[in-house]
C-alpha cells in the first residue's frame, strides 16, 4: 500500500468508525447470532491474491459487526467500562504508523520519554504521593493490563523478600501472599505465574456492610504464618473491587504491611481514574504506604485497551528484579545509566509506543474534560440508586461511591413469596434460590431486549445485578431507558409456587 492509497483508505476507516460511533444507539448491545457464526462467514483459506480495501472495509459491516459487542454503546453497563475515544483511537492510530517498538531507550527515545512524563503527569492528575514520580526515586510504566502490573508487583515482591536470592535459585514454596475474599482473579493468577501456586494466596476476610478488607483479619493471618515459618510477601489492597467497587481500607493495611515488612500492592483497576476528582480522592487514602499502584486508564478514563498505568516507589528494585541485559542489547545509552529502558519493567521485552494515546486523551480533554467524564459517570449511578431505593421492590446491595449500582429484587417478586422480606424464615435456603432465579430470569428479560447490558456478580451468596454507567455517550435518558426496562420486566415476572 503506497502512501496515497493509505491516506485515501485511511480516510474510509475513519469514515467508518466516526458512522460506526453514531449509529450505536441503533444496534442491539449484544451480538445476538449463535456461536460460530462470525467464523462462520470468513473464507475457510487464506486469499492467495491481494483484494480491493474496499472490499475489506465493506465486509467489516458483514462479517464483522454483527458479531461484535458493542462496549462504547450507550446502553453498554456490564462488567466496568472499557471507555475509547477520538483523541485516543488517534493517538494509537499514529503509534501503529511509526510502528516504533520502544523496549530501549535508545530504540525509541520519545517513546521512552513521553511516556515518563505522561505517568508523571497522571501521578499529579491523581494526586499520588511524590514517590511514585520519576523526578524522585519512583516511577510509572504503562503495563498492558492491571493483571500485568499486578504480577510485576508480585515479582519484585519475591525479590525483596527473598533477600535477592528469588533471582538466582527461583521461588521458595513459603511465600505468601494476601488479597480480600474480593480480590480480583488476576492476584492468584499473578500466584501460579510466579510459581507460589493457588494456596500462596490467603484470601482475608471483609467487613460484611462494606465489603472492604478486614484489617484484624489481615494482622491475624500474617501473624499465623509467620509463627509456621512462612513468609508474607505481599498483599493487594483494592481500590474499587470487581464485584461491588469495595475501597480496602488502606491506611490501616498500609501500617501492618511496614510494621511486617510486607510488599503492598495497590489495585485501583477500575477506580482510580476517580482520584482525578479531587471530591473521590478520598478514596486512595493511605497510598502513601504502597510499594506499588496501578489503575488503568483504559477502563474508565476515555483511553483505549490496553493501558495500565503502573506505579513503583523505588524503581532501582524493580529494574535488580527483572533485568537481563543480553550482548545483543547493549548500548552507549543504557551504560550510561542515564535512561531508562522500559523492557526492565515488564515481563516483555518489546512494547509499543502507547503512551501516545495517553499524551493526546490529557491533552484533548485536558483534566478538567476528564473529571467531567468521572463525575458524569458517579451522578448517573447515583440517579440510579436512588431510583432503586424508592422501589420497595429492589435494594440496593453495596455502597457505591462510584459508578457501579449493585441491586437485585427482593424476596417477594416474581418469586411466589410475599412474607418475610429479609428471607430469614425457616425456609431461607429455597427461598434464596427462587429469588435468585428470579434475579437471574429478570437480567436475561433486560438483557435481551437489546437495548442495554448488565452483568451479574454474586453479593452474600445472592445473585445480584451490577449496573456500570461508563461509556461516553451514556446519557441520562440511557440510564432512564435501563431502568424502566428492569422494572416493566419486574412486573412482566412470573410469579411463582415454589
Ligand atoms: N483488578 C481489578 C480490581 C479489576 O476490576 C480488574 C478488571 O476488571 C482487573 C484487576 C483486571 O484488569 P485487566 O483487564 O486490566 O487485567
Redesign the pocket.
Known sequence: MTPDEFRRHGHAVVDWIADYWSSLDQRPVLPTDPPGSVAARLPARPPERGEEFDRILADLETVVAPGVTHWQHPGYFG??PANTSGPSVLGDLVSAGLGVQGMLWSTGPACTEVETVMLDWLAELLDLPDRFRSTGRGGGVIQD????A?LVAVLVALHRAGGGRWREHGVERRHRIYTSTQG?S?IEKAARIAGLGDEAVRTVEVDPGTLAMDPAALRAAIGADRAAGLVPTAVVA?I???STTAVDPVPAIGEICQEYGVWLHV?A??AGSAAICPELRYTHAGLSYADSYCF?P??WLLTGFDC?AFWVADRAELIEALSILPEYLRNAATESGAVIDYRDWQVPLGRRFRSLKLWFVLRWYGAEGLRAHVRTGVALADRFAGWVRADERFEVVAPHPFSLVCFRLRAGTGTGDTGDPDGRDADVSGRDADVDRANAELLDRVNGTGRVYLTHTRVDERHTLRLAVGSPYTREEHVAEAWRLITEAATALPVRRS
Do not use: E, I, N, P
Open positions: 462488567y466496568f493490563s492491571a493483571s500485568s499486578t480480583h488476576s483494592t474499587g473491587t470487581t489495585d483497576a477500575y488503568d483504559h477502563k495500565d
